[in-house]
């Protein structure tokens, strides 16, 4: 085909159009590009705030932007995205684990609370026991206040009255019955009336004859044995040698001749009133006993004089004197031993173990002064159930007594009658 034809330019207008309409067809399709890439760009943001929104949802649910919506021209250093739904998370649990460990504490704190509470119950219940405990040992027991039937720091006179010796002899009871136990079981021991017993022991027995009870002193040791009389001897209110009687030991023990020292000393003796005089007697016989027992007491003169003098109120000079005159002033002095009454609670004999007359009678004179003693405490108003006890187990015993008596003085007779035939 020849392009150069007129046949041609009518098929193909244009074909061979000048130069200057291409260049101004260029210049106008140069605008028209222009204008086009424009409205491209334009686009292309509008999608890339697009994307932008779409990728935050996706950075919501932790996914990040894939590599093929990445700008390839964009090449600055993108920051990290914020993950707001997860900080929400974290915050969350955090707050639940906070919740949780508050709730332990409060369940700990309750923990602790019952747990207090139930001390305070337990401490609370063995205090409602004792309570109870002491209750009934004062409804079995009845005991009247320390002060009725004190012992322990009342004048002697009216120790003996309320403690008595039920055979006699006019010393209170505590007195004869400690001297018998360390006689018996004490001038062995090392440091008797020296070295102190236990504490608790002493005022429990204390307490035991202040209210009356029966005791047994057999049961304990001879060091609490000795600090108990100590200790009544320390709180008598007055003196054993008396206030009055006092400055007159004291002159004696300056008299200068020992002969008419002693004998000066024997006849002041003899003035102090009886149970005061008794009181000395046994204990210096008593003491005597310990110091001939030194190998095995350790307790010299010496000794012997620094206990007794706070302990009896006596001044070391007049204790040297009695102590000199020892066995003149005290030689024929002879300790009986105190066999309380049947039925006291403090012996373990009974009737039928008396064979003789001679042991009926004695019996019976310490059972009718038992039987005095009680009645006059009733009669003072000092009425008790263990005082009843014992009033009806002392006439009870007194009764079989007067039946002894009835039976064996005639068997005693016939027995007389068949010794004399014979």
């Known amino acids: 085909m020849d392009f150069e034809s007129p046949d041609v330019e009518k098929e193909f207008p244009g074909l061979y159009a000048s130069e200057s309409s291409r260049r101004s067809d260029s210049d106008y399709g140069d605008s028209t590009h222009e204008r086009g890439g424009k409205k491209e760009l334009l686009r292309s943001k509008k999608k890339e705030k697009k994307e932008k929104n779409k990728d935050k949802g996706y950075a919501a649910l932790g996914e990040d932007s894939s590599l093929d919506e990445m700008d390839p021209l964009d090449t600055s250093p993108k920051k990290q995205k914020s993950f707001k739904f997860l900080h929400k998370r974290e915050k969350e649990e955090k707050e639940e684990r906070k919740e949780e460990k508050k709730k332990e504490k409060e369940e700990r704190k309750i923990d602790k609370r019952k747990e207090k509470e139930k001390e305070k119950e ?148 003899d003035r102090l009133p009886t149970a005061n005089r008794l009181l000395l007697q046994y204990m210096f016989k008593h003491m005597g006993h310990i110091i001939a027992r030194e190998a095995d007491t350790k307790m010299t003169y010496q000794n012997v004089s620094i206990v007794l003098s706070p302990t009896m109120q006596i001044s070391h000079r007049v204790l040297n004197v009695l102590f000199l005159n020892h066995s003149y002033l005290f030689g024929g002095v002879v300790i009986k031993k105190y066999i309380p009454p049947i039925g006291s609670g403090v012996t373990e004999r009974t009737v039928d173990q008396l064979r003789t007359v001679a042991e009926i009678e004695a019996e019976m004179m310490k059972q009718e002064s038992l039987l005095g003693h009680l009645h006059a405490q009733v009669a003072a108003g000092n009425v008790t159930r263990r005082k009843e006890e014992s009033l009806w187990e002392a006439q009870r015993i007194v009764t079989l007594l007067k039946v002894g008596m009835c039976l064996l003085g005639p068997c005693l007779a016939l027995l007389l009658l068949i010794t004399a035939d014979y």
């Open 122 to 269: 337990e401490r609370r219940r063995e205090k409602e026991e004792k309570k109870k405990v002491k209750k009934e040992k004062k409804k079995k027991h009845d005991e009247p206040d320390e002060e009725e039937l004190a012992v322990f720091g009342v004048p002697l006179s009216e120790a003996v009255q309320r403690c008595p010796a039920h055979d006699g002899i006019q010393l209170p009871a505590i007195v004869r019955e400690c001297i018998d136990q360390i006689e018996e079981r004490g001038l062995h021991c090392e440091g008797i009336y020296r070295l102190s017993g236990v504490k608790s022991k002493v005022q429990h027995l204390r307490h035991q004859y202040n209210t009356g009870e029966a005791v047994r002193l057999m049961d304990h040791e001879p060091h609490v044995i000795a600090s108990l009389l100590k200790q009544y001897l320390r709180e008598l209110p007055e003196p054993v040698l008396t206030v009055d009687m006092m400055p007159h030991f004291e002159d004696v023990a300056m008299i200068p001749n020992p002969g008419e020292r002693a004998e000066a000393m024997r006849q002041l003796i």
